[in-house]
């Protein structure tokens, strides 16, 4: 059985809905899922969910997309899309009356950049299709197909990269092993973005806790017969110096559903980062919390959410993803200082290598400010720009061995940016076995030469000339700091 529910029904409850989704209107479905996933995949990580099959790491059975985001995602036990339209999803468990069914709430979200807008008026339209498919043992358990569209009131607004656009469906599933199928398809641009999961539905035994939710909002369930009334984070997300909490829903129910929870987030190694323990508020059949997590005390990157029952032995589990922003897959508040070392001098990183947990939140916004070439706009041009580089680069020396921001060529482009001249000797002799790249940064008055001695694209710069780049980069930063 299929329990359905407009969004547009629920929206009215959620006052934060514009901003979060920054739509005017956003037309999504919520019907009857299952709970605590087990997403697997050949060659994925492990699963660290446990017996009861709570989120674990995640890798798809399809086509692994090159994106290191959706590469993040998934080993975070998310179910990220390969193709061209790149979604990201989660599936959490709920109890019902009966521990014979379980819902599962599939939540998928998606960047409106993702989609081809359309004038309408004086709005932009955007219309999608998205098909989910859940087979058990090879028969078809649940099908659902529902075709969507997004109105957003600005040209910029189609240009977000953030999770604007949040679709929900609740399946209502028996307990076991599905392989669950959702394919998106823009219907403007006929693109399309698909994964295929393996997903374990538990069974949820009276007073077992459900999976723990990231949410924008949600009304606390009091009865198991009811449909979860919440607005789901798929991605788990919060952004390091913006959000000062991450909100968490708990329940369990009936009867031996425990009065409290001790709540845990573990960091690498397991290093406990942060616990409380915290009530649970009885509603008719249904004890309930939402947790919010204090985002200064969780850091940078990954981190594991345990909760467990406090005079039992349930434990229930998901992760969480502090970024540093949209499109960059840092997953270490230390990885991301690594990123940094081109963009100013090292003294000005101290003051974040020194700082504690607690004091990183404050010390980045300072940072931010202090670091930012146009404090009037929202955007911080400077950091932009830099991680575009970092990205180009990437695209760009694509070679054996270190990632291309990391070779002679990426680090200097990264470092100094596109230099005025670029001589290929390629282009005068492509059957040369030897091959070099001559650059020229005026300004700097510097020349390099970068040779390809094997012919494969393997660029290298001497030692003498590598020592020239070090030279240039600290110049150029001394002179940022003027």
């Known amino acids: 059985m299929q329990d359905s529910v407009m969004t547009a029904s629920l929206l009215r409850h959620f006052r934060a809905w514009r901003t979060v989704a920054g739509v005017s209107a956003l037309a999504a479905a919520l019907s009857a899922c299952a709970s605590r996933p087990a997403v697997d995949a050949p060659g994925g990580p492990p699963n660290p969910s446990g017996p009861r099959g709570r989120p674990g790491a995640a890798a798809a059975t399809g086509v ?3 994106s290191d985001m959706q590469r993040l995602y998934r080993g975070m036990g998310l179910i990220a899309g390969s193709g061209a339209i790149p979604f990201v999803a989660s599936a959490s468990f709920l109890a019902t009356p009966s521990p014979d069914t379980t819902l599962v709430l599939l939540a998928l979200s998606l960047p409106p950049r993702a989609l081809s807008f359309a004038r309408e008026g004086d709005r932009y339209t955007a219309e999608y299709v998205v098909k989910v498919e859940a087979r058990r043992g090879g028969v078809m358990a649940a099908q659902v197909e529902a075709k969507e569209s997004v109105r957003v ?17 609740v399946l209502r599933l028996t307990p076991g092993r599905y392989a669950v199928g959702i394919g998106l398809r823009d219907e403007s641009a006929m693109r399309t973005g698909t994964e295929e999961v393996s997903i374990e539905v538990p069974r ?46 708990v329940e369990a129910a009936g009867a031996a559903a425990p009065a409290s929870v001790l ?87 101290k003051p974040l290598r020194d700082a504690t947990v607690a004091q990183r939140a404050e010390r980045w916004s300072t940072f931010l400010r202090e670091t930012d070439p146009l404090p009037g706009t929202a955007e911080h041009e400077g950091l932009r720009d830099y991680f575009q580089r970092i990205r180009m680069a990437n695209l760009r020396f694509r070679e054996d061995g270190p990632v291309g ?6 680090t200097t482009y990264v470092a100094l940016g596109d230099p005025d001249n670029i001589y290929d000797s390629a282009l ?36 003498a000339q590598r020592g020239e780049v070090e030279a240039a980069i600290r110049r150029k930063l001394a002179q940022q700091q003027r």
Do not use: C, H, K
């Open 428 to 463: 005068q002799d492509p059957s040369a076995r030897v091959r070099q790249q001559i650059w020229e940064y005026r300004s700097l008055r510097l020349q390099l030469v970068f040779t390809d001695q094997t012919g494969f694209g393997r660029y290298r710069l001497n030692t």
């Open 204 to 249: 949820l035994a009276p007073g077992q806790l459900s999976t723990p939710m990231p949410v924008y909002e949600v009304i606390p369930r009091s009865t198991t017969d009811s449909l979860p009334r919440l607005l789901a984070r798929p991605r788990a997300t919060v952004t390091f110096g913006a959000d000062s909490q991450l909100p968490v829903y």
């Open 263 to 349: 709540v845990r987030v573990l960091g690498d190694g397991d290093t406990e980062m942060w616990r409380s323990t915290v009530e649970l508020t009885e509603r008719q059949a249904v004890r309930s919390a939402t947790v919010a997590l204090p985002v200064t005390r969780l850091g940078v990157g990954i981190s594991n959410l345990e909760i467990s029952a406090v005079g039992g032995s349930d434990t229930a589990r998901t992760r969480l993803f502090v970024s540093l922003g949209e499109d960059l897959p840092i997953a270490s508040f230390e990885e991301m200082l690594n990123y940094l070392r081109y963009f100013v001098p090292p003294e000005r990183l």
């Open 153 to 169: 009131p600005t040209f910029r607004e189609t240009s977000r990269t953030d999770e604007s656009i949040i679709w929900q469906q």
């Open 405 to 410: 921001w990391q070779t002679d060529r990426g």
């Open 64 to 66: 692994v997309t090159s």
